[in-house]
T-cell receptor
Framework: EPEVTQTPSHQVTQMGQEVILRCVPISNHLYFYWYRQILGQKVEFLVSFYNNEISEKSEIFDDQFSVERPDGSNFTLKIRSTKLEDSAMYFC????????????????FGDGTRLSIL | QKEVEQDPGPLSVPEGAIVSLNCTYS??????FMWYRQYSRKGPELLMYTYSSGNKEDGRFTAQVDKSSKYISLFIRDSQPSDSATYLC???????????FGAGTQVVVTP
């Protein structure tokens, strides 16, 4: 079964540094998402991306964050000037809505990148 | 009031029992309802996906949605120790929209 893959599985970074989290969504999916899960808390939506632009973002997704689809397969989340409170699991997801020949496929998640800010 | 409420558990059941999980929500615009299973240090794995109200069955899993009561349920029959995980409900207004997750219920199935 197709999978969403994320790299690296664990990233350790000094506070103030920039990090890039990488994702390869399922190949025929059209919508891409980033979520985060702080330890012991619920999964929170960060941003959704469609047709090479952000379609929706949460209040968490401020100017510190950016997303990009640099080529036909990768989807990245960049966090500039990381803070201690950015430590979390970051999950990438992708989906294919109904129509255009696709049956509705809800969001499938990768196994996440554990980001540790020191 | 939280948009999605889910009892965090833990819920401990003996092997072979029925596991009953539920979520309540406040936003009547939600139309798509999902259940995910999450093992420790892994991503959410889609179990069930339901549009609007009604029941859906897939093997040992049954999902129910009651939009009039803003209440969704997941039942796991003949539970196995491998079903021990955290179960997350999620819901959205549009098929492509952001998900609102519940806090997750930790389930422990004891042999």
């Amino acid at each position: 079964e197709p999978e969403v893959t994320q790299t690296p599985s664990h990233q350790v970074t000094q506070m103030g540094q920039e990090v890039i989290l990488r994702c390869v969504p399922i190949s025929n999916h059209l919508y891409f998402y980033w979520y985060r899960q702080i330890l012991g808390q619920k999964v929170e939506f960060l941003v959704s991306f469609y047709n090479n632009e952000i379609s929706e973002k949460s209040e968490i997704f401020d100017d510190q964050f950016s997303v990009e689809r640099p080529d036909g397969s990768n989807f990245t989340l960049k966090i500039r000037s990381t803070k201690l409170e950015d430590s979390a699991m970051y999950f990438c997801a992708s989906s294919a809505p109904s129509g255009q020949g696709y049956s509705n496929q809800p969001q499938h998640f990768g196994d996440g990148t554990r980001l540790s800010i020191l | 009031q939280k948009e999605v409420e889910q009892d965090p558990g833990p819920l401990s059941v003996p092997e072979g029992a029925i596991v009953s999980l539920n979520c309540t929500y406040s936003n009547s615009a939600f139309q798509y309802f999902m259940w995910y299973r999450q093992y420790s240090r892994k991503g959410p794995e889609l179990l069930m996906y339901t549009y609007s109200s009604g029941n859906k069955e897939d093997g040992r899993f049954t999902a129910q949605v009651d939009k009039s009561s803003k209440y969704i349920s997941l039942f796991i029959r003949d539970s196995q120790p491998s079903d021990s995980a955290t179960y997350l409900c999620a819901m959205t207004t549009d098929s492509w929209g952001k998900f609102q997750f519940g806090a997750g219920t930790q389930v422990v199935v004891t042999p």
